[in-house]
């Protein structure tokens, strides 16, 4: 047999390939259809997530021109009747440079003065506003300053979270605090969460620490939306307290976290056992109380004009019903404070029942991608938060799985006995499937920002979601109407009972063996990709849809970098050394909160320094012989002997005060003092030879509006 007739029909093979290969290409093209568009909020959001990933603060008018610029080229390409292969790229190149431009101005307009770190504390004379979430502090509370001792008013911020000693006062109050002020917290590590980001969009220039007793103070009156602000969360206040003196601190502190949102009486081994299990993301009020509330009236009242003849020829049920579904999600966002996830989510509710008014379809995805573009041009800064990007995963995951789920067949003639239980079974498979898919598309995100995931979650949800959907939420919400009018009782008691199932069944799946598994951060540029791997898996209309996959899941995939050896806090107050899998903790109990998150984001089990082997007091503690690292953390610079002692005994000092020169006894060894923490923040150190490799958190934060401009990059060395 010749060569040639090997080939030929090798290569008849090949072309017969690539042509169905180049088929089905374009018939997976073609099925896109009008789902192209969905893509618009994508580009956007990446245009906002663009703009917080940069390392300086890009002017303004550049942005809008490019903004312009791109938005004029694509009304141009449609306007002339180009082609999709010209009018969707620049389509999607519009929607990025407005998401970038959008952010920009967002940042612009929220601009508010930051308070100083005063070198001595201050008085702060201000309105109480709200109510916070304690800390491990104390209670908290969000204050507008009228005055603070040593500041200007022009630079005085617009609102402080205040950490009181004993129980806050109410919203509304006129107090004054002897208090230490600083700006908001850095992050505790490179690259972790960071507060003072959110706190500039929250117009929150500040947290004061109180170190006296809260006292009442004479102020003037105050503005008349301060006044209504109050007024409100006032309300709101007394509501959580009624709901609390009904069912006990226990189960009142969750069902009032669940409809105020104040989180002031819930205990802290409640919230552990719901982290454990998957069950935290109820306590925040979101898409899934807004659902349930919004769904609940429109049932509510359809049902009571289907059940009124009279009524149900004369007008629209289903546009009555979605007019008061509106109304409860109005209503429950008042209530619950408007936070930023619940504003999100009363968006996207919104915008479902606007669709039922308008006779479209209120749960689709061209709706879901709405309240995208809507909540990202009015809050750009979601786009970097958790709350949002779980949220959207999650109800876009959902809605896919609506679109391929297969329809019931309705039976002509079937015995009830039968008909229920297929429709049990239906609905068990159903919400199985929804969990199963929720889980999943959240998961990235949980991992990254979280670090742990709760192995039995979703046998958790399956157990709840009966009790929550049908019992707790409904109950909660009537309870919460008629409470005011003393009529509460009988519903908050219903909504009680299902609270304590919830926690029984979050206690049970929370200690059951490997319920909670710690996973450290990937690199940051695996959580975009996995974003689009998630977006790419719903949004895609057939089979290459599953190409996306592998980038799903590039959080859990995507290697990470070598642990740090050490990690030193914010201020030098406290400070690890990693010891294998653990992180030895310098000062147990100091920062608890920074610590928890470092280890966590770093995989690593955090665990107390021992007694034996380290030589401590009140303000500095050190190897007794030569370790890695000591460390003094008083406000004071350590005296000559005390600082040769510290240099003696380790490689590594950390000195909290600030200390221009070093005795001898330093030489060779990596000092770091209060200079170096007050421009970089937190700092994590790998030992690479003799040398020792800093990442900063300023160099990581950029120079940004929220965050101090850091110096260059900084390498040190040491013996």
């Known amino acids: 047999m010749s060569v040639s007739a090997v080939l030929i029909p090798f290569g008849a093979g090949i072309h017969r390939a690539a042509a169905r290969i180049r088929d089905g290409l374009r018939s997976e093209v073609a099925a896109q259809g009008d789902r192209w568009r969905l893509w618009a909020p994508v580009a956007f959001g990446g245009g906002c997530a663009v703009y917080f990933a940069l390392e300086r603060e890009p002017p303004l008018w550049p942005l809008v021109g490019l903004a312009t610029l791109a938005t004029g080229l694509w009304l141009a390409a449609r306007r002339a009747g180009r082609s999709r292969l010209w009018t969707l790229p620049l389509l999607l190149l519009a929607c990025l440079a407005l998401g970038l431009a959008t952010a920009r101005v967002r940042t612009e307009r929220i601009a508010a003065p930051v308070a100083p770190a005063l070198s001595e504390p201050t008085v702060v004379e201000a309105w109480v506003v709200d109510v916070d979430s304690p ?42 605090l002897f208090a230490i002020l600083n700006p908001p917290p850095a992050p505790a590590s490179p690259g972790a969460y960071d507060f003072g980001r959110n706190a500039w969009f929250q117009s929150l220039g500040g947290v004061a620490f109180a170190l006296g007793e809260t006292r009442p103070a004479l102020l003037e009156t105050p503005p008349w939306r301060l006044r209504l602000t109050m007024t409100v969360n006032g309300m709101r206040y007394r509501l959580a307290q009624r709901i609390v003196a009904r069912l006990g601190p226990r189960t009142g502190g969750i069902a009032a976290a669940m409809t105020t949102g104040h989180e002031t009486w819930i205990r802290r081994a409640d919230l552990d056992v719901m982290r454990d299990s998957g069950l935290a993301h109820i ?29 149900a020829l004369r007008v629209s049920g289903k546009k009555v019903a979605a007019v008061a579904g509106l109304a409860a999600v ?79 067949v309705r039976e002509l003639s079937a015995p009830w006995p039968i008909v229920t239980v297929q429709r049990i079974g239906s609905w068990s498979v159903a919400a199985c499937a929804a969990s199963l898919v929720a889980g999943l598309a959240t998961g990235p995100f949980a991992m990254q920002h979280f670090n742990r995931t709760a192995v039995y979650g979703l046998l958790a949800n399956l157990g709840t979601s009966p009790v929550a959907d049908f019992v707790m939420m409904p109950a909660l919400a009537l309870g919460t109407v008629l409470e005011p009018l003393g009529l509460g009782g009988p519903f908050l008691w219903l909504a009680g009972r299902g609270i304590d199932l919830m926690l029984a069944i979050g206690t049970a799946v929370a200690g059951l063996p490997g319920a909670v598994r710690t996973v450290s951060s ?8 996995a974003f689009l791997g998630v977006l790419f898996v719903c949004l895609w209309r057939g089979r290459l849809r599953w190409l996306g996959l592998p980038l799903a899941a590039a959080v859990l995939i995507w290697p990470r970098g070598p642990t740090p050896d050490l990690w030193i806090g914010d201020g030098g107050t406290n400070a690890a ?36 082997g380290w030589v401590c007091d009140r303000f500095s503690c050190r190897p ?49 003092d209060g200079t170096d923490y007050a ?41």
């Open 283 to 311: 306590l925040s009020i979101s898409g899934l109380h807004m659902a349930i509330v919004g769904g609940f009236a429109f049932f509510l009242v359809r049902l009571g004009g289907a059940a009124w003849p009279g009524l």
């Open 624 to 672: 007794d012989g030569e370790g890695t690292l000591a460390m003094s953390w008083g406000r004071r610079a350590p005296d000559a002997a005390a600082l040769e002692a510290l240099c003696l005994s380790a490689r590594v000092v950390s000195l909290r005060a600030r200390v221009p020169v070093l005795p001898p006894a330093c030489a060779g060894r990596l000092v770091l």
């Open 330 to 408: 109005t209503s429950y966002l008042i209530v619950s404070g408007a936070p930023p996830p619940a504003e999100r989510a009363a968006i996207t509710a919104a915008i479902a029942f606007a669709a039922i008014l308008l006779d479209r379809q209120a749960i689709t995805m061209n709706a879901l991608a709405t309240a995208a573009f809507v909540v990202l041009l009015l809050q750009p800064e979601a786009v970097v938060t958790p709350g949002f990007q779980m949220s959207f995963a999650a109800t876009t995951a959902l809605v896919a799985l609506a679109e391929v789920w297969p329809r019931r």
């Open 522 to 529: 990937a690199p940051a540029a695996a959580l975009p990709v």
């Open 679 to 719: 421009r970089g923040g937190a700092v994590e150190l790998w030992r690479e030879g003799s040398d020792w490799r800093a990442v900063w958190s300023a160099q990581v934060r950029g120079a940004r509006p929220w965050s101090a401009r850091p110096d260059p990059d900084v390498s040190y060395s040491g013996g």
């Open 135 to 176: 800390g491990e502090r104390g209670a908290r509370v969000v204050v507008a300053p009228v005055r603070v001792r040593g500041l200007d008013p022009a630079v005085t911020p617009q609102r402080l979270r205040a950490t009181l000693r004993g129980e806050p006062p109410p919203p509304g109050a006129a107090v004054r």
């Open 577 to 612: 050394v990693v010891q294998g899998a653990q992180a030895m903790i310098i000062r147990p109990g100091v920062r608890t909160f920074a610590t928890d998150l470092w280890s966590r984001r770093r995989g690593l089990t955090g665990v107390d320094r021992p007694d034996d």
